[in-house]
């Protein structure tokens, strides 16, 4: 590999030269060239690939505008390769992805002409057509291993390819787990960006790439999934803190019935005693139900693990009610959470926690443009709330990876017509959530 000396503050044109071999006989030569004068930034690529005993070398040049790129794109690439600040493989991957992807077509800059393609001995020169998938086939060239070009394959099943081929970068898999501000139709794992403002080197897969299908549908192996239930509100198991004080007065209630009958057998014999044992029973009856809401109100320790939907925006009042019941006493049953989804808002407090005010939020996005979209996910292990928007109910939800010492847990619904889940939102929540959760095998995530 040979490098040019590259500084940023330079005048003139800027050129950094990769030359690698790799196996099978295939070649890379990715050059570099800044045109400061003109205000045009070029990236070409050329690949050598066998065609029997000669080789034919394909051109790939790309050039995007420069001065408008955010967080310093060109200048940290430059940086990177002059050594002057160099940066992680997967950061330096990304930062080419993005200068790459940028562009908007294959078209020369008004004005500048393409560099003449590198002389080799006893080798010719192919530009014959065009690659729909020539920005990936560009950005190989700065991997360790290359795929061959397919000209009937687009940009998204080709960076699967790559992704595969290169396993420790794993670009598709924490694809996956992002949350782009608009999720296509098709291909709904890809991510250029992420509502989080998490980039790509921060996410931990917990899942790997098997394949893609036809449909251009990422097949996913390692998920960990539960299923969303939307019927209604179940019966959910829960345990308390222990109280004296509430255990005897929820065995109060017991002693109703028998002091009815030990009344009514009575009054016979001592009338003035069973009348009171009467008046006795009839009390404690009629105390029972607020005697029992009292018993039950202690701090919920743990409860039975359940996902479930709900269709708009619902209060914290009406979740704890339909899934505890009534309490007497000032320990919350559900919290907001403060940085899982998109409409969290923390808590201005010593302790962490969401606002209130998230719940507003949901219920006027609902009334607005996003009427219909608006979901709440209720996670019964973590006690937690959660508001997002998504375009179709999910019915599934499964664990990608992490974050910023959250787990991202992918929301998806089902298209059972071709056996594909879509990608609907991503969540933020307790990483602790998925040893609940059942480990499953191939998921088509399409």
């Known amino acids: 590999m040979t490098r040019g000396t590259v500084d ?65 794109c060109p200048s940290a690439i430059v940086n990177a ?57 560009a ?8 795929i061959h070009p397919n000209r009937s394959e687009d940009d998204l099943r080709a ?31 890809y991510s250029d960006d992420d509502i989080y403002r998490a980039n790509l080197w921060d996410i931990l897969p917990e899942i790997q790439v098997a394949g893609v299908t036809e449909n251009g549908a990422l097949v996913v192996d390692g998920c ?43 009054i016979t014999t001592d009338r003035a005693g069973g009348i009171a044992l009467i008046i006795i029973g009839v009390v404690l009856l009629i105390l029972s139900p607020r005697l029992f809401v009292y018993s039950q109100s202690g701090r919920v320790l743990s409860s039975q693990p359940w996902f479930i939907g709900v269709k708009g925006a619902i209060s914290k009042e009406d979740v704890e009610m339909h899934l505890y019941g009534g309490a007497r006493g000032h320990f919350p049953r559900m919290y907001f959470t403060p ?17 209130f005010r998230q719940y507003d939020d949901a219920k006027l996005a609902d009334s607005g443009r996003d009427a219909g979209h608006i979901y709440t996910l209720i996670d019964t292990c973590s006690s937690t709330m959660y508001y997002f928007r998504a375009e179709r109910p999910p019915t599934v939800c499964i664990f990608t990876g992490r974050e910023g010492g959250l787990g991202r847990f992918v929301l998806c619904s089902e298209r059972c017509h071709i056996n594909e889940l879509h990608k609907e939102s991503v969540l933020r929540m307790p990483t602790e959530i998925s040893q609940k959760m059942e480990l499953c095998g191939w998921l088509a995530l399409g």
């Open 139 to 146: 950005l190989m060239g700065f991997f360790e291993h290359r």
């Open 224 to 266: 960990r999934a539960a299923a969303i239930r939307w019927k209604d509100f179940p019966e959910v198991a829960f345990v308390t803190t222990d109280s004296l004080k509430r255990n005897i007065i929820g065995f109060v209630p017991y002693l109703s019935w028998p002091a009815l009958i030990s009344g009514l057998g009575s």
């Open 159 to 189: 960076l699967v390819r790559l992704s595969m081929a290169n396993d420790n970068d794993r670009i598709a898999e924490r694809m996956v787990s992002m949350l782009p501000s608009t999720i296509t139709k098709t291909a709904c794992w």
């Open 339 to 355: 940085s899982g989804s998109q409409f969290s808002v923390p808590e201005r407090s010593t302790e962490r926690g969401g606002s």
């Open 8 to 72: 940023a503050n330079d005048h003139d044109r800027l050129e950094v030269v990769q030359n690698v071999v790799v196996e099978a006989g295939t070649a890379s030569v990715v050059a570099i060239t800044f045109l400061t004068g003109t205000g045009w930034e070029q990236l070409t690529v050329y690949h050598c690939f066998t065609a029997g005993r000669s080789a034919v070398w394909k051109d790939f040049a790309l050039y995007y505008k420069i001065g408008r790129n955010k967080n310093g």
């Open 81 to 137: 390769y002059s050594g002057k600040d160099p940066l992680e493989r997967l950061e330096r991957l990304t930062l080419l992805k993005s200068a790459i992807w940028r562009r908007g077509t294959a078209a020369l800059a008004p004005g500048v002409a393409p560099p003449p393609p590198p002389k080799m001995t006893g080798e010719k020169s192919d530009t014959s057509g065009s690659y729909k998938a020539e920005r990936v086939y």
